[in-house]
């Protein structure tokens, strides 16, 4: 994997030599010639990795960390001294700043290279320690924000697939919830956030979920609507999850009926794919994403499912990719692929193969998330 850089430096020369030398061995690297620019940078790109002067025109390295430091944007990227002035007190007081390292300009290239190899190499690991501790502690506890499996419902046949971006968690969710032998919840969310913060959130979400479903079919409701409404309303009333903000698809199949009520908060239109006519149809949802309003302004869709029917939700990760031009978002493009793999017998698995397999690993962005419904 490549790893990103932002040098910053008010030589040109210095800037030039380190990033020459870094980018043979696998960097990609972005210049700054003052902390202004830099800025300019950091709001296009994160990178894994700051490496910058300190003596510096109208604001030096001191200050420029300082300003990441007060952004929660940027405050946990590894930032590297590289100066010329590598006294006692100065060293201190750039390693009081949480800064990872301070490496002397009169340091051989090569030598800066491995240093910043080994800062990386160092930070993936503990990462991955984390990771799996995080893990473990939450297999422990049981908590998950995506099930095992997707159970059998009678006539109809639910998958799903989720690949998290770079083995972070995101703030994507799924849940299936079964009320009796005729009703099945299927319920799609994604946290606005990245990484952890979000992952942590969507367990919260899905608690409240899971409780406003129960409690409204024992009450008598089933509405995919009102049920988001309730749910909606106390996201908006808790003091956390009021200011933290997630799109959610909610899905009731009902199997008698053959049919399936569907409501979205902000969500992407869920795709439904016709046997008979072949036709793929994009249903858009009506309401806000959840914790805006308490008036969601929540609307539902009755489906019809007829045998060989498929019914596809997804989260936005699913549409946005790395192109020649950076990060894209394209709804649009991932129906036209989608079409050419719906209404097969192995359409979870061409799906799988196509949109989810380890190649296309480097293209993807944010966690992906998609839910399949068919009717048997």
């Known amino acids: 994997m490549v790893k990103k850089i932002l040098l910053v430096d008010d030589d040109r020369f210095m800037l030039q030599l380190i990033c020459r030398a870094l980018g043979t061995k696998g960097f990609s690297c972005r210049t700054a010639k003052s902390v202004k620019e830099a800025l300019g940078l950091l709001f296009e790109e994160i990178p894994d990795i700051v490496l910058s002067d300190y003596s510096m025109p109208e604001i030096d390295g001191f200050e420029f960390r300082r300003v990441l430091l007060r952004d929660k944007r940027y405050r946990n990227i590894p930032f590297v001294f590289y100066t010329s002035f590598a006294d006692e007190n100065t060293m201190r007081q750039g390693l009081e700043m949480q800064a990872v390292d301070y490496i002397d300009k009169s340091t051989p290239v090569h030598l800066v290279v491995s240093k910043l190899n080994n800062i990386l190499d160092t930070i993936r690991k503990q990462h991955e320690k984390s990771l799996f501790e995080i ?14 499996a997707a159970p059998k419902v009678e006539d109809f046949k639910l998958q799903f697939l989720y690949q998290t971006y770079n083995h972070f968690p995101g703030g994507d ?11 099945t919840f299927v319920v799609l969310g994604d946290v ?14 899905l608690s409240y979920i899971r409780s406003a479903i129960r409690l409204c079919v024992f009450d008598g409701i ?17 003091p956390v999850l009021g200011d933290v903000l997630s799109t959610l698809t909610l899905m009731m199949i009902d199997r008698s009926a053959s049919q399936v009520s569907y409501a979205g908060a902000g969500d992407l239109p869920v795709i439904h794919y016709s046997r008979s006519s072949g036709e793929v149809t994009c249903i858009r949802s009506k309401g806000l994403l959840l914790g805006i309003y308490e008036d969601g302004l929540y609307e539902e869709d009755i489906i019809d499912m007829a045998p060989g029917d498929q019914l596809i939700a997804i989260t936005d990760g699913m549409i946005d990719f790395v192109g020649e031009n950076g990060k894209t978002s394209d709804y649009t493009i991932f129906v036209e692929k989608l079409s050419l793999l719906l209404g097969q017998n192995d359409t979870y698995k061409k799906i799988k193969s196509e949109m989810f397999s380890e190649s296309i690993e480097e293209t993807v962005v944010d966690d992906r998330s998609l839910v399949i419904i068919e009717k048997e």
């Open 135 to 148: 893990g473990a502690a939450a297999e422990a506890l049981n908590l998950r924000s995506v099930p095992v």
């Open 173 to 183: 969710f799924i849940d299936f919830i079964k009320t009796d032998e005729n009703t």
């Open 192 to 205: 606005m956030g990245k990484k952890w913060g979000a992952w942590f959130f969507s367990f919260n979400f």
């Open 222 to 238: 089933s509405s995919p609507a009102r049920i988001l409404n309730k749910i909606n309303r106390i996201v908006c009333l808790d």
